[in-house]
């Protein structure tokens, strides 16, 4: 497996509190991504990294923010948790992203978030 | 905007029997897709790109851009062929660059 980790792997919080997840590589890729995994809609992106900083929304962005203030570190916060944000949570990161040409995501193990 | 539709949410077959999982997809530009598959608490990892037109684990998969279709098969299933399969499409999104989109996905389970 590519050097990515997802803490926590589990949670379970309450409505409305906030919650941050973190992401973490030692690839020095690049790219950083956050999708979430409903069953029926399969992966979304929430939102996606193209380096320190530099961050842009997905699909599924509203109520969530990131923030990149390191290459190794990519955080989804969910500022007032909600249940229909209950998921399974997964980061990915890939060197390349740029025009026309893939270069492979590797995904994370996953983060289980349950809001109550 | 782009869309990928995997109509089957399930598909049980026997050990040997052929398999083909359905992708379609909807793209007004030049589509570049895969599939990525997800064994039982594994990762999720790139199983086959149409670029590259190999094949891998005895699974191929041939762009069709006439019938916008990316189907998936395996003359053979074997047991370890199992999992969850998605369909994704590499393409402009909602941001400023090429997002994977993904299907809803189809779960496989091969029988003994």
């Known amino acids: 497996d590519a050097g990515i980790t997802q803490s926590p792997r589990h949670k379970v919080t309450e409505t409305g509190t906030p919650v941050t997840l973190r992401c973490h590589q030692t690839e020095n890729h690049r790219y950083m991504y956050w999708y979430r995994q409903d069953p029926g809609h399969g992966l979304r992106l929430i939102h996606y990294s193209y380096g320190v900083k530099d961050t842009d929304k997905g699909e599924v962005s509203d109520g969530y923010s990131v923030s990149r203030s390191k290459t190794e570190d990519f955080l989804l916060t969910l500022e007032s948790a909600t249940s229909s944000q209950t998921s399974v949570y997964f980061c990915?990161?890939?060197?390349?992203?740029?025009?026309?040409?893939?270069?492979?995501?590797?995904f994370g193990p996953g983060t289980r978030l349950t809001v109550l | 905007a782009q869309r990928v539709t995997q109509p089957e949410k399930l598909l049980s077959v026997f050990k040997g029997a052929p398999v083909e999982l359905k992708c379609n997809y909807s793209y007004s530009g030049s589509p570049e897709l895969f599939w990525y598959v997800q064994y039982s608490r594994q990762r999720l990892q790139l199983l086959l790109r149409?670029?590259s037109r190999e094949s891998i684990k005895g699974f191929t998969a041939d762009l069709n851009k006439g019938e916008t279709s990316f189907h998936l098969k395996k003359p053979f299933a074997q047991e370890e062929d199992s999992a969850m399969y998605y369909c994704a499409l590499w393409a402009l999104g909602s941001g400023s660059a090429r997002q994977l989109t993904f299907g809803s996905g189809t779960q496989l389970t091969v029988l003994p």
């Open positions: 149409h670029i």
């Open positions: 990915a990161i890939s060197a390349l992203a740029g025009g026309s040409s893939y270069n492979e995501q590797f």
